[in-house]
T-cell receptor, first 114, second 114 residues
Framework: DAKTTQPNSMESNEEEPVHLPCNHSTISGTDYIHWYRQLPSQGPEYVIHGLTSNVNNRMASLAIAEDRKSSTLILHRATLRDAAVYYCILRGAYSGAGSYQLTFGKGTKLSVIP | DGGITQSPKYLFRKEGQNVTLSCEQNLNHDAMYWYRQDPGQGLRLIYYSQIVNDFQKGDIAEGYSVSREKKESFPLTVTSAQKNPTAFYLC?????????????FGNGTRLTVT
C-alpha cells in the first residue's frame, strides 16, 4: 500500500494559487518527499522534492510540515497546462531501502477552470 | 537530448505469447525501474535495478522478467504466466537509487493482449 494519502481531486481557477496536500504520517527520518505529475497517456514528470526544509523551483514550491507528517505542493499561478494528476511519494535516503517507497498511489487529479 | 525511450508506443499480442518491452536511457543513470499502470490507478512497481547485472522484485513481479546487461538498457518481458497483462507500462531511471535522486520517466508502452 502507498505510504501517502492525497485527495482524489481538486479544482482551481486559472491564474490562482493551488495548494495540493499530502499526508505521510508514517514517514521515517530519512525519507525524502517527492512530487510528480502526469498528463493523460504520458509518463509522470518530476516536479520537486525535499527532506525537511521548504523548497522552491521554477515549477512549484514544496512546504513541509515541521513534524514532516504532511506536505503541500504549491503552484503559484495555475495555468491550463497544470491540469494533471499529481502524485506525492516517499523515497528512502539510502539504496535498497525497500520497494514500498517507490509506490505511487492514485494521486490528486487537478482540474483548472478557465 | 538526454532521456528515456520506450518502444513501441502501442503493442498488441495474442494471449499465450511472451512479449518484450524496450527501455533505453542515455542519462548515464545507475538505477532503472518498471511500473505498471491500470486505468484510473496509480503506478505499481514491477522490478527495479540499482546497478548493472542486478535487479530486485517490486510489488507485482509475478509473470514478469527483466535483465540488466547494459547500463542503458532494462528490457521487460511479459510472460504468458501474467494473468492480466493488458496495461500501460512505464520505465523510469534515476541517477542512483537514493532519496534525493529524482525519477525520470519514459512515455510508456500501452500493451493490449487479446
Amino acid at each position: 500500500d502507498a505510504k501517502t494519502t492525497q485527495p482524489n481531486s481538486m479544482e482551481s481557477n486559472e491564474e490562482e494559487p493551488v495548494h495540493l496536500p499530502c499526508n505521510h504520517s508514517t514517514i521515517s527520518g530519512t525519507d525524502y518527499i517527492h512530487w510528480y505529475r502526469q498528463l493523460p497517456s504520458q509518463g509522470p514528470e518530476y516536479v520537486i522534492h525535499g527532506l525537511t526544509s521548504n523548497v522552491n523551483n521554477r515549477m512549484a514550491s514544496l512546504a513541509i510540515a515541521e513534524d514532516r507528517k504532511s506536505s503541500t505542493l504549491i503552484l503559484h499561478r495555475a495555468t491550463l497546462r497544470d491540469a494533471a494528476v499529481y502524485y506525492c511519494i516517499l523515497r528512502g535516503a539510502y539504496s535498497g531501502a525497500g520497494s514500498y517507497q517507490l509506490t505511487f498511489g492514485k494521486g490528486t487529479k487537478l482540474s483548472v477552470i478557465p | 537530448d538526454g532521456g528515456i525511450t520506450q518502444s513501441p508506443k502501442y503493442l498488441f499480442r495474442k494471449e499465450g505469447q511472451n512479449v518484450t518491452l524496450s527501455c533505453e536511457q542515455n542519462l548515464n543513470h545507475d538505477a532503472m525501474y518498471w511500473y505498471r499502470q491500470d486505468p484510473g490507478q496509480g503506478l505499481r512497481l514491477i522490478y527495479y535495478s540499482q546497478i548493472v547485472n542486478d535487479f530486485q522484485k517490486g510489488d507485482i513481479a509475478e509473470g514478469y522478467s527483466v535483465s540488466r546487461e547494459k547500463k542503458e538498457s532494462f528490457p521487460l518481458t511479459v510472460t504468458s504466466a501474467q494473468k492480466n497483462p493488458t496495461a500501460f507500462y512505464l520505465c523510469a531511471s534515476s541517477e542512483v537509487d537514493r532519496g534525493n535522486s529524482p525519477l525520470h520517466f519514459g512515455n510508456g508502452t500501452r500493451l493490449t493482449v487479446t
